[in-house]
């Protein structure tokens, strides 16, 4: 399990330097994290490929970020 809620940092570049440490996890919980956009959701549906659950409550993910 793996909780960035609420956290300022998350953002596509964050992200995208550190995505090879995720493969494992579960479950991700981004709730309230504005700092993202669907390119991060590619990743992280390319690059976690256990993960069962994702949070995204309060998210600015539009329904195109969905379909990764």
């Keep these: 399990h793996l909780s960035l809620q609420r956290a300022p940092d998350v953002t596509d570049v964050a992200v995208r330097n550190s995505i090879e440490n ?27 490929p256990n993960l069962e659950s994702l949070k995204l409550s309060a998210c600015t993910i539009t329904d195109a970020g969905l379909k990764f």
């Design 22 to 48: 995720f493969g494992h996890i579960r479950t991700l919980d981004l709730e309230h994290c504005y700092n993202f956009t669907e390119e991060t959701m590619a990743l992280f549906a390319s690059s976690m």
